[in-house]
T-cell receptor, first 112, second 113 residues
Framework: ETGVTQSPTHLIKTRGQQVTLRCSSQ?????VSWYQQALGQGPQFIFQ???????GRGNFPPRFSGLQFPNYSSELNVNALELDDSALYLC???????????FGPGTRLTVT | AQSVTQLDSQVPVFEEAPVELRCNYS??????LFWYVQYPNQGLQLLLK??????LVKGINGFEAEFNKSQTSFHLRKPSVHISDTAEYFC???????????FGTGTSLTVIP
């Protein structure tokens, strides 16, 4: 059984650019949740995708957007990057919206 | 919205000593409670969870936690720590009717040889 994978591992972008982060969910899981973890902080919920539809959103601006594909993998897109977007981005997959979440290793984004 | 407070940002403890990591949450509704561990440059791994039933929950690696509804606490304990327990520990809460996890700011546990 393959766990949750994320790509890329690290990424450096310039302020104002756009970035796409990818997440492959665990086999059999139809739900993906995305979190932002700033340095020294706990993860903060960005949004969740369930069966290709957004299913809940945290307190993040619209420039944070996402997609879920028919195979339940997911993308997180961030437009107009700001310095404060520098963080570890975690995705978690689950077999349903309220089921136990399994986390990937994260993508570390640095915005300069 | 929920809030989760981890009172200790850093906890140093000697090897084989007991440890308690504290977690309090604010909620007037029923919640599910979780403890996760994060090793350097890795994602989160679930240690244990409380959904219902017995208030004493046992998890992996010898950890346990006790749910105290009246004190809105869910403290994590281990009777004897090992060097390999050095990591960041996060407490998380989810309303039993919702899908959003709320995490605390984490406690860095350092086990001293």
């Amino acid at each position: 059984e393959t766990g949750v994978t994320q790509s890329p591992t690290h990424l450096i972008k310039t302020r104002g650019q756009q970035v796409t982060l990818r997440c492959s969910s665990q086999s059999g899981h139809n739900t993906v949740s995305w979190y932002q973890q700033a340095l020294g902080q706990g993860p903060q919920f960005i949004f969740q995708y369930y069966r290709e539809e957004e299913n809940g959103r945290g307190n993040f601006p619209p420039r944070f957007s996402g997609l879920q594909f028919p195979n339940y993998s997911s993308e997180l897109n961030v437009n107009a990057l700001e310095l404060d977007d520098s963080a570890l981005y975690l995705c978690a997959s689950s077999s349903g919206p309220v089921d136990e979440q399994y986390f990937g290793p994260g993508t570390r984004l640095t915005v300069t | 919205a929920q809030s989760v407070t981890q009172l200790d940002s850093q906890v140093p403890v000697f090897e084989e000593a007991p440890v308690e990591l504290r977690c309090n949450y604010s909620s007037s509704v029923s919640v599910y409670l979780f403890w996760y561990v994060q090793y350097p440059n890795q994602g989160l791994q679930l240690l244990l969870k409380y959904l219902s039933g017995s208030t004493l929950v046992k998890g992996i690696n010898g950890f346990e936690a006790e749910f105290n509804k009246s004190q809105t606490s869910f403290h994590l304990r281990k009777p004897s720590v090992h060097i390999s327990d050095t990591a960041e520990y996060f407490c998380a809460v989810r309303q039993n009717t919702g899908n959003q996890f709320y995490f605390g700011t984490g406690t860095s546990l350092t086990v001293i040889p």
